[in-house]
């Protein structure tokens, strides 16, 4: 992935012809859209499958619909343009899908190269290269003269040996469909690239909303197969209509599950497009916010806020970074997976559909279609032209998230001076000292300076008369459905229980309270 002219598809050329195995069948890459090449390391062969995908879009929607298919991202940055806005983007999708990143320096055969500068731009970018001390590997290369390419193969392979891939062989196919269309003759046609386990011709699948019975397999150079294992790209012919690219595929024991499962997968396609007109699920700052409320986000009370950010000039991402870093981040944390100048677009859009993120725009336009895009994927755009306006809704967005936390106050208290016994149970006969106690409120009854009992007020009586409230200076009595051990002596404290927003410097201190009642230093 990378920027446009910056020799991705000569790279992908050059490593197709010096390096596919077989009989080279040309135009390979628009008839499947991905290739195995061989590569030696260290004496021994090894495969590698490249995805040729149209850029970072079709990469994005993949990911959009949950799927990781790459297990490898190459970034090509040209040595005499440096980073340009698709670089920011490809980066920033290849970060949020937490695929590992090998960045090929291209074109260091043309005048005015300085690969030097390039390194210094990524390393500014958080991407700090190996040779530096850092751990993204960057190697120096040129497509149109072939050097170094095998050593930039070798460091693919090196990287995917690190990352200890492993699939079996051994068991039903799984994978995804990297893209889909209908051929005049054959029907309905897909490429599989095989996840884990080996397709064979036979076999019954189901992906998305299409299923069927593989009728014949194809390899990368057009030749017939009868099996696919791991990492393999496949044509497949035999689905009952066209799946869409991104949709996982598996191989199921018969076509009445497949037909069930397919059966499910539209009606849930279809669910979630009324959904989305309803407007559920969108990314908004304000859905992200009631998504704890709601339970989605419930459970530790840690969160993240992706953000992506256009900006004018490239000294205003670093204004409002800095602004931003200013808030508290103990339990909520901002995550930019895009920083970048100009004006708003659709891949911008793209990527936050992909990682629920929200996009701020600041000094910068959206164009009616990317408005009307977003609107579309329900994704929120925010601009702003003054610094402090987009600070205060981050900040209500990331206090937002953060749970509320039950605030106990005290509305009066009582002694115990008496205990009788009634048809259901023990009463407590109390003299209300201070303030007043109410039907429905808490009660603490404490005993010898410790609390013995804890709960709600069930029974509230004055003079035998059931009452609502009991004011100070006035006798009543108490009575507890889950609780009767009343003693004279006994005090009593009645407090009413609210739900209170925390601020992100509340939520610090409490965490801060709590990791050292653990013993964890910060």
């Not at 909520?332 to 895009?338: D, I």
């Not at 629920?356 to 990317?370: D, E, H, M, T």
């Not at 259901?424 to 009992?453: E, F, N």
Request: proline residues 3%; contains cysteine.
């Amino acid at each position: 992935m990378g920027h446009v002219d910056h020799g991705k598809t000569t790279l992908l050329d050059y490593i197709r012809k010096s390096k596919v195995a077989a009989s080279e069948a040309g135009g390979i890459t628009q008839g499947i859209g991905a290739y195995k090449v061989l590569v030696p390391v260290d004496g021994k062969v090894q495969s590698c499958v490249f995805l040729d995908t149209p850029g970072h879009e079709a990469f994005g929607a993949m990911r959009a619909r949950g799927a990781r298919v790459t297990d490898i991202a190459i970034i090509v940055v040209a040595a005499d343009d440096g980073i340009r806005p698709q670089t920011n983007e490809a980066i920033a999708h290849a970060k949020a899908a937490g695929v590992p990143m090998v960045i090929a320096i291209n074109k260091i055969d043309k005048d005015g190269a300085n690969p030097e500068r390039v390194m210094q731009e990524l390393s500014s970018i958080g991407l700090m290269p190996e040779d530096w001390g850092g751990d993204i590997p960057m190697i120096q290369i040129s497509a149109l003269k072939g050097e170094n390419i095998h050593e930039l193969l070798e460091t693919v392979m090196l990287v995917a040996e690190l990352q200890e891939l492993k699939a079996n062989p051994d068991r039903s196919a799984k994978g995804t469909v990297i893209e889909a269309g209908l051929h005049k003759a054959k029907g309905p046609l897909a490429t599989f690239i095989v996840q884990n386990g080996t397709l064979k011709t036979g076999d019954i699948v189901v992906c998305g909303g299409a299923f069927g019975k593989v009728r014949a397999l194809f390899d990368d150079g057009g030749n017939r197969v009868s099996e696919a294992g791991p990492s393999i790209p496949v044509q497949v012919i035999g689905l009952n209509n066209v799946p869409i690219a991104g949709d996982e595929f598996e191989v199921v024991d018969s076509l009445e599950i497949a037909r069930e499962r397919a059966e499910l997968r539209v009606e849930s396609i279809r669910n979630d497009r009324i959904s989305a007109k309803a407007g559920d699920g969108k990314v908004t700052l304000s859905s992200l916010a009631s998504a704890v409320s709601a339970g989605k986000l419930s459970g530790l009370d840690l969160h993240q806020l992706n953000i992506i950010m256009k900006v004018d000039l490239q000294g205003s991402i670093e204004a409002v970074r800095q602004a931003l870093h200013v808030l508290p981040q103990d339990n909520v944390t901002l995550k930019f997976l895009l920083q970048a100048t100009g004006d708003l677009s659709a891949s911008d859009v793209d990527l936050a559909v992909a990682s629920k993120a929200i996009i701020l725009g600041f000094n910068v336009r959206a164009p009616g279609s990317v408005k009307s895009y977003a609107e579309s994927k329900g994704v929120e755009i925010r601009l702003y032209r003054v610094i402090y306006e987009l600070i205060d809704d981050v900040r209500n967005a990331m206090e937002g998230l953060l749970e509320a936390v039950e605030e106990q106050i005290t509305i009066g208290s009582a002694d115990v001076r008496a205990v009788f016994s009634s048809g259901s149970g023990r009463i407590a006969g109390c003299m209300v000292t201070d303030g007043k106690v109410v039907k429905g409120c808490g009660i603490r009854v404490i005993r010898k300076g410790k609390v013995v009992y804890v709960g709600i007020l069930d029974s509230l009586r004055r003079v035998k008369e059931i009452v609502k409230e009991v004011n100070a200076g006035l006798e009543c009595g108490i009575g507890m459905e889950d609780y009767s051990d009343w003693e004279e002596g006994d005090a009593i404290e009645a407090f009413s229980s609210n739900q209170k927003k925390r601020t992100l410097e509340e939520a610090s201190a409490s965490m801060a309270a709590a990791l050292e009642g653990a013993g964890i230093e910060r």
